[in-house]
């Protein structure tokens, strides 16, 4: 599984870098507070709203910690995308939300 920190995500972003990102935590949690630019799909959608994806990109999966978006990672992955999981998932993160 390819991995990111959650440092190393804020960093790219602070860099200018466009990412990619999919969170697939509730609808509540993302009530809460999301990484600017974040795209929310829920975890349980993923698979019914996999043609929202597309083979030519990356996507740096984010949920609370790491497990969820790991689940969506294998599901991708499977599929042929490429995906990265986000370790520690917002539990880890110190950046900016929105």
Same mark, same amino acid.
């Given at each position: $599984? #390819?991995?990111?920190? &959650?440092? *190393? !995500?804020?960093? #790219? +972003? *602070?860099?200018?870098?466009?990412?990619?990102?999919?969170?697939?935590?509730?609808?509540?949690? !993302? %009530?809460?507070? $999301?990484?600017?630019?974040?795209?929310?799909?829920? +975890? /349980?959608? !993923? @698979? @019914? %709203? !996999?043609?929202?994806?597309? #083979?030519?990109? @990356?996507?740096?999966?984010?949920?609370?910690?790491?497990? %969820?978006? /790991? #689940? &969506?990672?294998?599901? +991708?992955?499977?599929? /042929?995308?490429?995906?990265?999981?986000? *370790?520690?998932? $917002? +539990? &880890?993160? @110190? /950046? *900016?939300?929105?």
């Amino acid at each position: $599984m #390819k991995t990111l920190t &959650a440092k *190393e !995500v804020q960093e #790219k +972003l *602070e860099q200018g870098e466009q990412l990619n990102i999919i969170d697939v935590r509730e609808d509540d949690e !993302v %009530r809460e507070g $999301m990484i600017p630019g974040a795209k929310h799909v829920r +975890l /349980g959608t !993923v @698979e @019914e %709203r !996999v043609s929202e994806f597309d #083979k030519d990109k @990356e996507y740096v999966m984010v949920c609370r910690s790491g497990g %969820r978006s /790991g #689940k &969506a990672y294998q599901y +991708l992955e499977s599929q /042929g995308f490429n995906v990265i999981n986000m *370790e520690g998932g $917002m +539990l &880890a993160w @110190e /950046g *900016e939300t929105k």
